[in-house]
């Protein structure tokens, strides 16, 4: 192509997709704001917070939190929609005294105190006694079953430059894309050779990732059945550790062992397929050694090996929801996608270990203990939403995050993946990007591969 139509057709590109983040792209915001405060009392009862636009309550619009450190403070949280701003604290059912501490509003950056609305003369309230304002806290008397306050907050405005801070959003995602666009510009011939080097040499792929499962566990009396139980056991042994020993509450009114499956088992396949992937060249030495093979392909051969185990789990997890009564949907379908996302990632970091390795050995005990601090960071054992919600975008920087919870998506939730187009795109810059430095680091020490092994 003539350099000036290259140049030509790049700036157009780069046009395009500026129009496309000033038109789509925004700043993912927080519909909710939350009530948190510390009690204590020494009754056990659900509190709860009620909202609505007047000081008129329907009941149907609230949020509950089980008091249960009965004699000990107990931080409370309640998350509730964002246009409304009447709010009833319920303090449960039983006659009591108990002390408020640390009543907040927060939201997004933005934390307002709530003591003096709390105890603001004139407030409606419900089998409420006498108010005292003590050093750390309120002390209030609950005289009846029914005990309530009601504040009136529609006079609190937030500050926080959600305008700015979604024009910032915006250059940042351009600014990003545009990068990658000439990123991709620059290597492409690299990253279209690799391309070519898979399709020619598919079959010999096959063939060896299939060897390479099979070679895995010869010897042994049950051979390649290792590789099924290994996932199965580990999944036993969580649900039994966190269901049974810490008797963990369903996940939003689904069951606990079906939420965590759906989060091991696409952490399953990127462990495996990463450490496989990461010690590939040097346990094909012998290969790589060899002029006219294209050691690039061995990475996959051991991605490959791997997703015939993944396979199995998926099929797994679809009989343990079959046995417990949930019929597999349409949404399941999206386990092919979010499987390729698992593959695509994994490849693009393999093909930097996999060459860095060669000349530091140590790398495959630091990526085995990074991989032992990912699964803890990534949501599989327990939920994002635990974590406030303002510090919930850092979990998500995590691909990993993206493509668990898209499992989850596609097992419980029933959303299809376009739905959560921020964090589509989002996740494929990552990838595309983590894919581009990948294939570089291998091309560079790929001509070194030879002398050291």
Same mark, same amino acid.
């Given at each position: 192509?003539?350099?000036?139509?290259?140049?030509?057709?790049?700036?157009?590109?780069?046009?395009?997709?500026?129009?496309?983040?000033?038109?789509?792209?925004?700043?993912?915001?927080?519909?909710?704001?939350?009530?948190?405060?510390?009690?204590?009392?020494?009754?056990?009862?659900?509190?709860?917070?009620?909202?609505?636009?007047?000081?008129?309550?329907?009941?149907?619009?609230?949020?509950?939190?089980?008091?249960?450190?009965?004699?000990?403070?107990?931080?409370?949280?309640?998350?509730?929609?964002?246009?409304?701003?009447?709010?009833?604290?319920?303090?449960?059912?039983?006659?009591?005294?108990?002390?408020?501490?640390?009543?907040?509003?927060?939201?997004?950056?933005?934390?307002?105190?709530?003591?003096?609305?709390?105890?603001?003369?004139?407030?409606?309230?419900?089998?409420?006694?006498?108010?005292?304002?003590?050093?750390?806290?309120?002390?209030?008397?609950?005289?009846?079953?029914?005990?309530?306050?009601?504040?009136?907050?529609?006079?609190?405005?937030?500050?926080?430059?959600?305008?700015?801070?979604?024009?910032?959003?915006?250059?940042?995602?351009?600014?990003?894309?545009?990068?990658?666009?000439?990123?991709?510009?620059?290597?492409?011939?690299?990253?279209?050779?690799?391309?070519?080097?898979?399709?020619?040499?598919?079959?010999?792929?096959?063939?060896?990732?299939?060897?390479?499962?099979?070679?895995?566990?010869?010897?042994?009396?049950?051979?390649?059945?290792?590789?099924?139980? +290994?996932?199965?056991?580990?999944?036993?042994?969580?649900?039994?550790?966190?269901?049974?020993?810490?008797?963990?509450?369903?996940?939003?009114?689904?069951?606990?062992?079906?939420?965590?499956?759906?989060?091991?088992?696409?952490?399953?396949?990127?462990?495996?397929?990463?450490?496989?992937?990461?010690?590939?060249?040097?346990?094909?030495?012998?290969?790589?050694?060899?002029?006219?093979?294209?050691?690039?392909?061995?990475?996959?051969?051991?991605?490959?090996?791997?997703?015939?185990?993944?396979?199995?789990?998926?099929?797994?997890?679809?009989?343990?929801?079959?046995?417990?009564?949930?019929?597999?949907?349409?949404?399941?379908? +999206?386990?092919?996608?979010?499987?390729?996302?698992?593959?695509?990632?994994?490849?693009?970091?393999?093909?930097?270990?996999?060459?860095?390795?060669?000349?530091?050995?140590?790398?495959? +005990?630091?990526?085995?203990?990074?991989?032992?601090?990912?699964?803890?960071?990534?949501?599989?054992?327990?939920?994002?939403?635990?974590?406030?919600?303002?510090?919930?975008?850092?979990?998500?920087?995590?691909?990993?995050?993206?493509?668990?919870?898209?499992?989850?998506?596609?097992?419980?939730?029933?959303?299809?993946?376009?739905?959560?187009?921020?964090?589509?795109?989002?996740?494929?810059?990552?990838?595309?990007?983590?894919?581009?430095?990948?294939?570089?680091?291998?091309?560079?020490?790929?001509?070194?591969?030879?002398?050291?092994?």
């Amino acid at each position: 192509m003539n350099k000036r139509y290259k140049i030509l057709l790049i700036t157009l590109v780069l046009i395009v997709i500026n129009i496309i983040v000033i038109k789509f792209v925004n700043l993912p915001k927080d519909d909710n704001i939350q009530i948190s405060y510390d009690v204590l009392g020494n009754c056990s009862g659900t509190y709860q917070a009620l909202y609505s636009t007047s000081d008129v309550f329907d009941g149907q619009q609230r949020v509950d939190a089980l008091y249960e450190t009965i004699g000990e403070k107990q931080n409370l949280n309640f998350e509730i929609q964002k246009e409304y701003q009447w709010i009833r604290l319920d303090f449960g059912n039983s006659i009591d005294t108990i002390v408020i501490d640390n009543i907040k509003l927060d939201y997004m950056d933005e934390s307002i105190e709530l003591i003096d609305y709390l105890i603001k003369e004139g407030n409606i309230s419900n089998n409420i006694g006498n108010i005292a304002i003590l050093e750390h806290g309120v002390q209030i008397e609950l005289t009846g079953e029914d005990p309530y306050i009601v504040m009136d907050l529609t006079n609190i405005r937030f500050t926080s430059n959600e305008e700015g801070k979604n024009i910032a959003f915006k250059v940042s995602v351009s600014i990003i894309l545009m990068i990658i666009v000439l990123t991709i510009q620059r290597y492409l011939k690299d990253f279209i050779l690799i391309f070519k080097e898979v399709n020619n040499n598919k079959m010999l792929i096959w063939k060896l990732s299939r060897n390479d499962f099979k070679t895995k566990y010869a010897g042994s009396y049950l051979g390649v059945i290792w590789a099924f139980v +290994q996932p199965i056991v580990t999944v036993v042994i969580y649900w039994f550790v966190f269901q049974v020993g810490f008797k963990s509450a369903p996940m939003n009114d689904f069951p606990y062992v079906l939420w965590l499956i759906a989060g091991m088992v696409p952490w399953f396949f990127y462990n495996e397929a990463l450490l496989n992937a990461t010690s590939s060249l040097l346990e094909y030495n012998y290969l790589v050694k060899k002029v006219v093979f294209k050691i690039s392909i061995l990475p996959i051969v051991k991605i490959m090996s791997s997703l015939y185990v993944h396979i199995f789990f998926i099929v797994f997890a679809n009989i343990v929801y079959l046995i417990v009564g949930y019929l597999p949907s349409i949404y399941m379908i +999206q386990v092919i996608y979010y499987s390729f996302c698992t593959f695509f990632l994994v490849l693009g970091i393999s093909y930097a270990t996999s060459a860095i390795i060669i000349f530091f050995k140590d790398l495959g +005990q630091i990526v085995n203990i990074l991989l032992q601090f990912g699964m803890w960071l990534t949501p599989i054992m327990w939920s994002y939403e635990m974590l406030p919600s303002e510090y919930q975008w850092i979990l998500k920087l995590n691909p990993m995050y993206y493509i668990v919870e898209g499992y989850r998506d596609a097992f419980i939730r029933h959303v299809w993946f376009w739905e959560r187009y921020n964090q589509t795109i989002y996740f494929w810059c990552v990838a595309l990007v983590l894919f581009g430095v990948g294939t570089l680091i291998f091309k560079k020490l790929k001509v070194h591969f030879a002398d050291v092994l």
